[in-house]
């Protein structure tokens, strides 16, 4: 499990789930199962609902009669959760973004590092991949993705550069993209800069700003009075709508009052300052350095 991804903030992120031995919790991201082993460790009688989509981890599955596992993409939360005949759960988990092990398979195509197909899906059965994207979209779809979830500053330079090829041939391998591209890179911060290109595209390929926000909204209705809601995400925009909906329990973060003036809001923040990885974790798993975990519970 832990060759296949390395969990961040791993005893900060079970601990503000705050377990209770007989109570039903929800890993939404199982991926290496690390999150979920640990959160097994402390339930006695309780129950564990653990989502994925990506088929690849069915190797990761572990055989416990307290584990129910649902190979689907965790915005049908509500749904299963129905489905089972569980009406309100004691704490849902959420490691957003990627696992260590997609980013170092190349025919997956979430890394720059690599030779592979332009894909990104992380369910592998989906429609619409990197390629689609990046060929049959308009110039202004484009302008949009890497503008607002790239937050490309040259995104003008760069759609034009991409525009033009594709004029000419599809663009299909990660190689054939980064050559693309390289006119458009600054040499100072060319990680970074690809860094955020491949994720502006990972997140369109895989709706996961809408998935995030249909997922937060239901947690309002699904987690008991008590109950703790735990978020692990990795870029500025996705802990922005974390942080809001924290806050407010509205994903655009307004603020609503009551009757009397007081704000009001669905939550209590358990960290009011976001919590981070130190310099030993980044040392020892560097994924984690952009880790921000936060905790609120239903009130």
């Known amino acids: 499990m832990d060759e296949y991804h390395v969990p961040v903030l791993l005893e900060e ?32 009688d309780g129950k564990l609902i653990a989502f ?22 965790f915005k ?13 759960v004691d704490g849902i988990l959420a490691d957003l973004g990627v696992s260590s092990h997609d980013f170092d398979v190349p025919d997956r195509g979430f890394s720059f590092r690599f030779e592979g197909n332009l894909d990104m899906r992380m369910n592998q059965s989906a429609a619409l991949d990197a390629a689609k994207v990046i060929n049959e979209y308009d110039e202004a779809q484009l302008w949009t993705i890497f503008q607002e979830y790239g937050e490309i500053k040259n995104w003008r330079h760069l759609v034009s550069a991409i525009t033009a090829a594709r004029s000419n041939e599809p663009i299909t391998s990660t190689s054939q993209f980064l050559k693309v591209i390289a006119p458009c890179v600054p040499v100072k911060i060319e990680k970074k800069y690809l860094a955020m290109v ?10 996961e700003i809408g998935v995030l926000s249909d997922f937060l909204e239901s947690t309002t209705d699904l987690l008991k009075p008590g109950g703790r809601l735990v978020v692990l995400s990795y870029h500025s925009l996705e ?26 809001s669905p939550f209590e923040l358990i960290n009011r300052k976001i919590i981070t990885p130190g310099e030993r974790e980044i040392a020892l798993n560097p994924r984690a350095r952009s880790g921000k975990l936060r905790i609120a519970e239903k009130k």
Do not use: C
């Open 76 to 88: 049908y939360i509500r749904h299963f959760l129905r489905y089972y005949q569980i009406d309100k």
């Open 198 to 207: 491949f994720q502006a595209l990972r997140i369109e390929v895989n709706n």
């Open 52 to 73: 994925d989509q990506d088929v690849d981890v069915k190797d990761n599955l572990v055989n416990d009669d307290r584990l129910i596992f649902v190979r689907h993409n």
């Open 239 to 264: 802990d922005r709508i974390v942080k809001n909906f924290m806050r407010s329990g509205r994903i655009d973060g307004v603020q609503e009052n009551d009757f009397f003036g007081n704000r009001s």
């Open 13 to 44: 992120s079970i601990e503000g789930l705050n377990i209770q031995p007989g109570g039903t919790y929800v890993d939404v991201t199982y991926g290496g199962g690390g999150h979920s082993a640990k959160i097994l460790e402390k339930l006695g």
